[in-house]
């Protein structure tokens, strides 16, 4: 039996989907679904199982970021923490190791990119923004690969606002200006039928994206009022409605104080249709109504789903008189966002509304300094604790930062427990998301109905659903490291080439190489490990089979975006002092503490053998007799590998210790990357080479079978000079970012707290990975003001939770 070594490499897809999540290995394997296409009959119960199904097969990833402030100046360091969630359950997953974070413009161009390492379903990292970017009000977005498969709406966005303050600004708006202002018009379900009731939600803000006050009527055709109402919280409100007319026949006037009337078309009225109501009837039941024209006895199917969990209800409804009602006990609802559609019996959704139901109280987290007034430069001891409601002692992975509050930052952050109950499954930007989560009453339950009137969505594509189709899954969960992706075409005709064995090498002291076959479509995909910071990347096919090959690398980015980017930034006067005050504190930091953050430190590997494992012979060659020529090293003192020169040059023969034969198809690799030409490893300087590896036995390079491999390494890794093919891509590769450590200065002695150097650091602390069980200090900076403490948790269990608290240093005397 002759010996075999075998490299794990990305095929088949499905392999790599049975693992992910751990415990749902087994879901993910699950048959197609079988719940019934357009035009047959299917029931509430069958539907219900399709979504059952779906939801196991097709795990969903949530990830949120925890940024050191919501405000900042041009070539300041944002410093962020990663937790990444399983939807249903909002429990660390640790599926994905990799998250791509990017800072998007508002024409959604990529200011800055990086790819971070996930870590136990946590991940940090930092962006410097560069001293040359405009003022302006960005995105900071994340995902993972595997989020890339449902689009840019289950990314994390959350707003960054950078001020440039060694650039003119722009002019800030004076009070009295009028602002241009937009109201948007939302049927409840969908539609406005005529004939029927409804109510209608609304919002009204201005050109920044902010809520404003305003008040409006609704006219028909002839100009008749049919309708009057005004906003609630938030720019957002809802009137009730019923039009008689059908098509574009009504119009809204909307009114703000100030500005000029603003007149906006109602959605279409539709003839025939069908109203979907909900309703609080008292502090335990919910009415779901559904409505159709005249004495309609329609039979129609009703579904209620949150967060991939199982349906909590799956009915059949049978219209009377054009009407049925259903109640439900909301106690039973989880909570969150509810979703409640109805369909016909074939399975076509018709509406969909949405109702939320405040999360309790989950992860109690509290923070405390050891006083609440401090001098400059003074040390400040922070405590923190985690704990359930009940107040027994919590494990909780937790992130701090502490910074200055000023008018940039007064509104502070998003908050993890609000972003994954509520502004992860909604869309557009939430004003005060917490409050939903927190506040109580009557006009807090108002808010939120109007907040699922206005800015619900569906993340189904149900006709596939229960249809039975399959779903296009493209892009893979990056396991166990960073999928590099390329592209393999023909060089003359450009069309993709498929089954085409490519390699990738990234040449360093560690012997690396990966190998993929091109698909159908010509992609290739390589599942690299340890890839960090800018690598050298060598991307090649064997170009003796065929030398039209031609490759390039592809960014792993999403190109997919959110269809409105942030609005444009807008200075108003309000804000001068603290504008006047950060550009201080900036050049101050500038000017003393210099423009460069500390360098990336890359991880060391924890294993640095070759990826082949333990060579069968090593040869050090600086424990030989030097030669100047690669053939004498060869011949004189590599007997396992022997040397035979014919027409078109040398070759290399493995001998089989198994077999007693001589094989002739060995792997030659230099510092990883394979050599296809023996020619060029003869010609190569051998003073160069540290050591050569001799594997004797058979070995499995992903589908790829060689006959032994000979590997040499050399002093520097990164190929010493050595010339590549001609068809070889050799190209820079950011891999994933090092860890760069938050510094900020210590004033422990007397001396120390002398010192002339000034301190104007507005971000005095970040701790990305805190422990309730350790004492956390830090120093306070020159800089009077009131100090923001923000704390952000996540237990094992999936609880999540935040808490701010503040601070004052008081300016000496």
Not at 153 to 164: G, K, R, S
Request: with cysteine; proline share 7%; aromatic share 10%.
């Amino acid at each position: 039996m002759k010996n075999v070594n075998f490299q794990r490499q990305l095929w088949p897809v499905s392999w790599q989907l049975v693992r992910m999540a751990g415990s749902l290995a087994s879901l993910l394997v699950a048959c197609l679904l079988t719940a019934a296409a357009w035009g047959q009959t299917t029931s509430a119960p069958a539907i219900a199982q399709a979504l059952a199904r779906h939801d196991q097969r097709v795990p969903t990833e949530k990830l949120f970021l925890h940024l050191d402030r919501p405000s900042y100046v041009s070539g300041e360091t944002l410093w962020l923490k990663i937790y990444a969630v399983e939807e249903a359950s909002h429990r660390p997953l640790a599926a994905s190791t990799v998250a791509y974070v990017e800072l998007l413009d508002t024409d959604n161009r990529p200011v800055q990119q990086v790819k971070i390492a996930l870590l136990q379903a946590r991940g940090k990292g930092s962006l410097v923004l560069p001293a040359s970017l405009p003022s302006g009000r960005y995105t900071l977005r994340a995902y993972t690969n595997w989020m890339k498969n449902f689009g840019p709406e289950t990314y994390f966005h959350a707003p960054v606002t950078v001020v440039n303050t060694r650039q003119p600004l722009p002019a800030p708006t004076a009070s009295g200006t009028a602002l241009a202002y937009d109201a948007q018009f939302f049927p409840e379900g969908g539609y406005l039928v005529r004939g029927l009731r409804s109510k209608v939600g609304f919002k009204i803000t201005d050109n920044q994206g902010r809520s404003v006050v305003a008040e409006g009527r609704v006219l028909d055709a002839a100009g008749q009022v049919m309708a009057q109402f005004s906003t609630l919280r938030f720019g957002m409100g809802n009137f009730n409605f019923t039009p008689t007319q059908v098509g574009a026949a009504y119009t809204a006037v909307v009114q703000v104080r100030g500005q000029h009337p603003l007149t906006v078309r109602l959605p279409v009225v539709r003839e025939r249709g069908y109203v979907l109501s909900v309703e609080e009837m008292d502090a335990t039941q919910l009415r779901l109504t559904v409505q159709a024209p005249g004495e309609a006895a329609d039979k129609l199917l009703l579904l209620a789903h949150s967060r991939q969990r199982p349906a909590t209800l799956a009915a059949e409804l049978q219209l009377s008189s054009g009407s049925a009602v259903v109640t439900i006990d909301r106690r039973k609802l989880p909570a969150g966002i509810s979703h409640f559609t109805l369909f016909t019996p074939q399975g076509q959704p018709l509406c969909e509304r949405l109702y939320f139901k405040p999360p309790p109280p989950e992860l109690v987290l509290t923070a405390k300094t050891d006083k609440r007034q401090y001098a400059p430069r003074d040390k400040v001891e922070l405590q923190l604790t985690a704990t359930n409601p009940a107040g027994q002692p919590l494990s909780a992975d937790m992130s701090v930062a502490v910074y200055q509050i000023d008018s940039l930052s007064a509104n502070g952050g998003a908050d993890i427990a609000s972003y994954l109950w509520l502004s992860s499954e909604l869309k557009g930007t939430i004003e005060n998301p917490a409050s939903y989560c927190t506040t109580t009453g009557p006009d807090a339950a108002q808010a939120a109905d109007n907040l699922m009137l206005t800015q619900g969505w569906s993340r189904f594509r149900w006709r596939g659903l229960l249809a039975g189709q399959p779903d296009s899954l493209p892009h893979l969960p990056e396991l166990n490291g960073h999928l590099v992706r390329g592209q393999l075409t023909n060089r003359l005709t450009g069309a993709p080439q498929a089954g085409v064995p490519a390699f990738l090498t990234a040449p360093s002291r560690k012997v690396q190489l990966y190998v993929a076959v091109s698909q159908v479509d010509g992609s290739v995909q390589f599942e690299t490990a340890n890839l960090f910071g800018t690598r050298q990347l060598v991307l090649q096919t064997d170009y003796r089979r065929d030398s039209l090959h031609q490759l390039e690398l592809l960014s792993p980015f999403s190109t997919q975006y959110l269809a409105k980017p942030p609005a444009a930034f807008d200075l108003s006067e309000r804000l001068a002092a603290s504008l006047r005050q950060r550009h201080l504190q900036a050049e101050v930091q500038r000017r003393y503490f210099g423009t460069m953050p500390p360098a990336y430190q890359l991880p060391r590997a924890a294993d640095s053998a070759a990826f082949y494992g333990r060579a069968d012979e090593r040869y050090r060659l600086d424990d030989y007799t030097r030669f100047k020529v690669m053939e004498e090293v060869m011949r004189e003192y590599v007997h396992s590998v022997m040397v035979r020169a014919r027409k078109d040059g040398f070759h290399f023969l493995v001998p089989d210790q198994n077999a007693h034969t001589l094989s002739e198809n060995p792997l030659v690799l230099l510092d990883g990357m394979p050599v296809f030409d023996i020619n060029k490893i003869m010609a190569f300087d051998p003073l160069k080479v540290r050591q050569l590896d001799v594997l004797t036995s058979r070995y499995f390079l992903g589908p790829l079978l060689y006959d032994g491999i000979v590997s040499y390494a050399t002093y520097t890794g990164d190929l010493a000079g050595f010339p590549l093919d001609a068809h070889a891509l050799l190209q820079e590769y950011e891999g994933l970012q090092g860890e760069r450590e938050f510094y900020a200065p210590r004033y422990d002695t007397p001396a120390q707290k002398q010192s002339r150097l000034p301190d104007f650091r507005n971000l005095l602390y970040w701790n990305p990975m805190a422990d309730a069980r350790a004492s956390l200090s830090f120093y306070t900076s020159d800089q009077a003001g009131t100090y923001r403490v923000v704390v952000q948790g996540l237990s094992e269990s999936g609880l999540s939770g935040s808490t701010s608290y503040t601070f004052t240093v008081n300016a000496l005397p």
